[in-house]
């Protein structure tokens, strides 16, 4: 089968074909929408969606011309639901359902977060990876959402912990924005940290794990980060960043930022090998997963747990159409089709 992946859950519109039989993506096109949201430090709901409605067509007809066929070739819709920013998501679903009613095509509603959680499985020639145990757990983080899974076998996974408040990219975002810097923050963060060699020299707070379960929360630290540069009269409330402060100084927060949120990422994976002995692996998801500092550190955890690591290749880390039509093939497969009663969010 040929699955036609379409994914507008926030900024991006990506639009993706794979082929089930041949196990292979055949295009994976994607538009960001970077240059349209920077100036507003963070993703406009309003722009957002507006720009997909005018993305939306010329993406689909880009993935097909590089998978080299039409419409009428394409035997399945796997299209994001859920979660994301409603106006977004309305722009994939309606255009979904629309082609699938005309072209007498099937439509599969797919979860953004499973899109995340099994791109760990498309290599970087566009192949699927079958070095990957189950059970394995699998962490995904991105500027939306923080959570961590046991995944048993595709489409089959449970959550063992998420963040009781913001993200952890939100959270790179928020602190690039008080050092003078423009959305997104992710990867400036891990250049200025790296630097100044990637050293922990604020030691901001980590957040505790009680009784022995994944706990994620990234909201006190953002508040910590702040705090300490208005303090050091970095920032201020009312104006914002504080002009003539230091590269080096801003570089040291940014490291700081990103060794605290890594210990705690390290922390619940470690305790999670503790807690679920027979778990042979570990997959780190999302656009987060990008980060190399990030990726070192766990390959070394897991390599003392004797787990293998998985990570994706930075184009299937970010909100890309490629995710959503790997688990729309594996979910055709299993006959899970959607009638045209789908709704975003649900």
Known sequence: ?????????????????????????????????????????????????????????????????????????????????????????????????????????????????????????????????????????????????????????????????????DAAGEAFDKVAKMLGYTYPGGARIEKMAASVGFQDFFKYPRTKNVGGEVFFSFSGIKTAVLYHLVREDAYDMTSGPIAGISEEFKSQVASSLLVCITDIFLKNIELTFKKYPDIKGFTFGGGVACNKYMQSRMADLCARYNKSFHFPPPMYCTDNGGMIAFVGGYKATQGLFNDFTLDAGK
Request: aromatic share 6%.
């Open 1 to 165: 089968m040929l699955i036609l992946g379409i994914e507008t859950s926030c900024d991006e519109t990506g639009v993706a074909v794979f082929d089930t039989q041949r196990q292979l993506m055949l295009s994976n096109a994607l538009y960001s929408q970077i240059d349209l949201h920077d100036i507003y430090g963070g993703v406009v709901p309003e722009i957002a969606s507006r720009s997909q409605l005018e993305k939306m067509q010329p993406m689909v007809d880009l993935a097909l011309e590089r998978a080299g066929i039409t419409i009428n070739d394409i035997d399945v819709i796997a299209v994001t639901v859920k979660p994301g920013l409603v106006g977004s998501l309305l722009v994939g679903l309606c255009y979904s359902k629309g082609v699938a009613w005309a072209a007498g095509k099937k439509i599969i509603g797919i979860n953004h977060l499973e899109g995340h959680i099994f791109s760990t499985f498309l290599r970087p020639d566009h192949t699927v990876s079958t070095d990957i145990p189950f059970p394995h757990v699998s962490l995904t983080v991105s500027g939306g959402h923080t959570a961590m899974y046991i995944i048993e076998d595709f489409g089959k996974y449970t959550m063992i912990g998420h963040t009781e408040d």
